[in-house]
Nanobody
């Protein structure tokens, strides 16, 4: 059983940056692909980014390429999401998730989820 705890969310002005962290425990972190998803009020959860177990492969939602960067530190059992040039429409609860095997974009493919961290971008 893998436990995931996100942190780093908060209130930021448009154009600002935040770095989210997701600390994992209870499993062999380096064997899991990791993903970030987000859910805005009244909207469905959507894919943000994913990274392979080694960190060698990453994938992003097309609308977020160039502003968001996913990375991981297997020695620290942590995955990160660097978010730059934030916009009010980035406001959402951000979740990290873990799955065995290759990275995927579908949330239904992920086995473990964190509790989420709120990101609010003011205009």
């Amino acid at each position: 059983q893998v436990q995931l705890v996100e942190s780093g969310g908060g209130l930021v002005q448009a154009g600002g940056s935040l770095r989210l962290s997701c600390a994992a425990s209870g499993g062999i972190f380096s064997t899991y692909a990791m993903g970030w998803f987000r859910q805005a009020p009244g909207k469905e959860r959507e894919f943000v980014a994913a990274i392979s177990w080694s960190g060698g492969s990453t994938y992003y939602a097309d609308s977020l390429k160039g502003r968001f960067t996913i990375s991981r530190d297997n020695a620290e059992n942590t995955v990160y999401l660097q978010m730059n040039s934030l916009k009010p429409e980035d406001t959402a609860v951000y979740y990290c998730a873990a799955k065995r095997g290759v990275l995927r974009v579908g949330d239904y493919e992920y086995d473990y989820w964190g509790q989420g961290t709120q990101v609010t971008v003011s205009s």
